[in-house]
Nanobody
Framework: QVQLVESGGGLVQPGGSLRLSCAAS????????MSWYRQTPGKQREAVAT???????NYADSVKGRFTISRDNAKNTVYLQMNSLKPEDTAVYYC???????????????WGQGAQVTVSS
């Protein structure tokens, strides 16, 4: 099976930084896009950043210039460097990977368990 395991969440003061990591493991043939989403209670999950296998990135307007997504293809790992954090960045952050388990299967989205990020003084 496939697992996505996140790490790096926590409590940080406004203006501070955190780095999230998400490692995919298990039966993996290839990974295309890897993404970070976030969700707060009562709201829909929103896309934060996406990175393709070739390194092309996209960001939500609310995080442009503050967050950086990167990946290590050899380790099947995606990162989210979050700088200049604001209280409104408080959320549960989820990683997602669009991957194929074999050359004969189609691509599917897999999700991590979520990591709490709290920005508060």
């Amino acid at each position: 099976q496939v697992q996505l395991v996140e790490s790096g969440g926590g409590l940080v003061q406004p203006g501070g930084s955190l780095r999230l990591s998400c490692a995919a493991s298990g039966r993996i043939f290839s990974i295309s896009d890897m993404s970070w989403y976030r969700q707060t209670p009562g709201k829909q999950r929103e896309a934060v950043a996406t990175i393709s296998s070739g390194g092309t990135t996209n960001y939500a307007d609310s995080v442009k210039g503050r967050f950086t997504i990167s990946r290590d293809n050899a380790k099947n790992t995606v990162y989210l460097q979050m700088n200049s954090l604001k209280p409104e960045d408080t959320a549960v952050y989820y990683c997602s990977a669009n991957l194929r388990k074999s050359p004969w299967t189609g691509a599917m989205d897999y999700w991590g368990q979520g990591a709490q990020v709290t920005v508060s003084s």
